[in-house]
């Protein structure tokens, strides 16, 4: 079965710096779909970017980037000129192509804090 | 609006009840999926649905039932609810094209708090 593991319950980052948000998972699988989701306290999940596996190249959403290693299982998340509005808990999550099933593997994750 | 919705947002009971949290999407959605949210847990499938009449179950469905009678709708109830399903419920939906990389959309949650 496949596992996702958010190591760092808790990170901090002064506004306009960069922070980075740290994912790996085990599967596998060699093609899969990985995801963040950011939650505000208005509990709201919101989508942030998506990377598919068979795709070598980093996704890139305006500041928000992933460094995915697919030979480590390693999807992390980096936010560039960090904004106060981007203090959530952010979540990992895998999703298979092969079971069709369309279920998403959360990791447990990362309280982020923006420091003024 | 299309979207999700997710009622009610608040809903405290006491242990024994039955309670039922709706879920409704405007997409037509094939699939359809119930999480809860823990802290140090994430969050955790409970039930999920790729059809109308089609369900299966996540990773934690004991003490709860789904239904799942019309595309749009997914409700999920506790029939005899305890303590420990004291939690923050999400409902999501997905479209199911193969290859295709499609998000899950989230409703807003239910908080619901078992006395």
């Known amino acids: ?116 | 609006d299309a979207g999700i919705t997710q009622s009610p947002r608040y809903k405290i009971t006491e242990t024994g009840r039955q309670v039922t949290l709706m879920c409704h999407q405007t997409w037509s959605h094939s699939y359809m999926f119930w999480y809860r949210q823990d802290l140090g847990h994430g969050l955790r499938l409970i039930y999920y649905s790729a059809a109308a009449d089609i369900t299966d179950k996540g990773e934690v469905p004991d003490g709860y039932v789904v239904s799942r009678s019309k595309t749009e709708n997914f409700p999920l109830t506790l029939e005899s609810a305890t303590r420990s399903q004291t939690s923050v419920y999400f409902c999501a939906s997905s479209e199911s094209r193969q290859g295709y990389n499609q998000p899950q959309h989230f409703g807003d949650g239910t908080r619901l708090s078992i006395l």
């Open chain 1, 1 to 116: 079965a496949q596992t996702v593991t958010q190591s760092q319950p808790e990170m901090s980052v002064q506004e306009a710096e960069t922070v980075t948000l740290s994912c790996t998972y085990d599967t596998s699988e060699s093609d899969y779909y990985l995801f963040w989701y950011k939650q505000p306290p208005s509990r709201q999940m919101i989508l942030v970017i998506r990377q598919e596996a068979y795709k070598q190249q980093n996704a890139t959403e305006n500041r928000f980037s992933v460094n995915f290693q697919k030979a480590a299982k390693s999807f992390s998340l980096k936010i560039s000129d960090s904004q106060l509005g981007d203090a959530a808990m952010y979540f990992c999550a895998y999703r298979s192509v092969a079971s069709g099933t369309y279920k998403y593997i959360f990791g447990t994750g990362t309280r982020l804090k923006v420091l003024a």
